[in-house]
């Protein structure tokens, strides 16, 4: 991102820059939403017309159709067998609708889109002529986003149960909430002057960025999703699914193993034993005992929480700790569950008076499809 990437000290990875010369200073600015960062690693996708919204909400997994001007939330693309095959942050203008997604996603996304417009009356774009910033939302940086003329802010609705979702995860503190995650759709010429008056505490690398998600067990398309995945495994029933809109592609996949059966995989995240300096790459296998029971999709060393990974795991394997391979060292991985293994059948499904007359009470992991 032309102004940033050209600061003394950024030092670039894969999507964009890393880092600008500290990460741990970085994740605290940018927890304190004192940082912005730039975010290279993921694009935006246009939709506009008037039938956009309607349209939207008939082939994805979120209810967008009344979707009002300024407010966000997200959706899945999902194959016929439920499956994720695409996911994006949106909110609409009152004009047009914007989907974040990850950079190596949009033109597939985007393609799919198009091929699936039909006579609707929409169009698809991917725009190159906007970037992204992220922040959280708790201090200066939102107050910088508001000076930049045409700002459009996406809240990352991750921080509690979207309506008509659902929560596996069993904790009643869910470390989501503690995220005010928002990501500020600008246009690109406002940039390189932005760069220009931000000193070193108020800048933060992808790296800031993705330790924060992960300690708040937030899911992502670029890293946890791979052919097999379902929405159910990772939590994501929570801000991207509406159980009670209605049929998509992959609804009755959706509703079935939440009612009736348990995802064959679950997302957990691991606490690494960091004594011996080694971050294991995505893909490094986790094994309880001689058995391979998953992998690593994200992981970070978190400036308070230290090594941290999430990790996509066989619903059989043990809840206790468990042992990261990776550069031929054994990691030993404190787990902490997010799904759990009987996660699914666990939706309040209607009762027949004459079998019980007692009412039942609300389950807190799912909010009021009114809400």
């Known amino acids: 991102m032309g102004g940033f990437d050209e600061r003394n000290g950024a030092v670039l990875g894969d999507g964009g820059v890393a880092h600008f010369g500290d990460p741990f200073r970085e994740q605290r600015w940018l927890a304190a939403g004192e940082a912005l960062v730039p975010l290279d690693d993921r694009a935006v996708i246009e939709v506009a017309g008037p039938e956009r919204l309607g349209w939207l909400d008939s082939i994805t997994s979120q209810a967008v159709g009344r979707l009002a001007p300024g407010e966000s939330t997200e959706l899945l693309v999902l194959d016929p067998q439920g499956r994720v095959e695409h996911a994006a942050g949106v909110v609409d203008d009152g004009s047009a609708t914007w989907l974040i997604v990850d950079a190596a ?21 991917v725009r190159d002529d906007v970037a992204l910033l992220g922040f959280v939302d708790a201090g200066a940086a939102s107050e910088r986003i508001r000076t930049i003329d045409g700002a459009l802010v996406w809240a990352d609705p991750w921080q509690r149960v979207s309506a008509g979702g659902y929560q596996y995860a069993a904790t009643a503190e869910h470390p989501g909430v503690d995220l005010a995650w928002r990501i500020a759709i600008v246009p690109s010429g406002s940039v390189p002057a932005l760069a220009a008056t931000l000193d070193d505490g108020e800048v933060a690398g992808l790296l800031a960025a993705e330790a924060l998600r992960i300690a708040a067990w937030r899911p992502r398309w670029a890293s946890e999703v791979d052919e097999r ?10 801000s991207a699914v509406h159980l009670d809109k209605g049929c998509y592609r992959g609804q009755e996949t ?12 679950r997302l957990a995240a691991l606490h690494l034993d960091g004594s011996d300096a080694v971050l294991p790459e995505p893909g490094a296998p986790v094994f309880a005992g001689d058995d391979e ?7 970070a060393r978190h400036h308070e929480e230290g090594p941290i990974a999430l990790a ?10 468990l042992v990261v391979r990776s550069e031929g060292v054994d990691i030993a991985a404190s787990q902490q569950v997010i799904v759990p293994a009987d996660a699914g059948a ?4 209607p009762r027949l008076t004459r079998l019980s007359r007692r009412p039942t009470a609300p389950d807190p992991r799912r909010t009021s499809p009114s809400a």
């Open 254 to 265: 959706v509703s079935k193993v939440h009612n009736l059966g348990h995802p064959p995989r």
């Open 229 to 238: 995945s379902l929405p159910h495994e990772s939590d994501w029933l929570r």
């Open 105 to 125: 996603d949009a033109e597939a996304l985007a393609g799919w889109l198009t091929r699936m417009k039909f006579r609707t009356q929409a169009t698809v774009e």
């Open 293 to 299: 029971v998953g992998h690593i999709t994200s992981v």
């Open 346 to 349: 666990t939706a309040e499904v």
């Open 312 to 321: 996509i795991l066989s619903r059989r394997a043990p809840v206790g700790d």
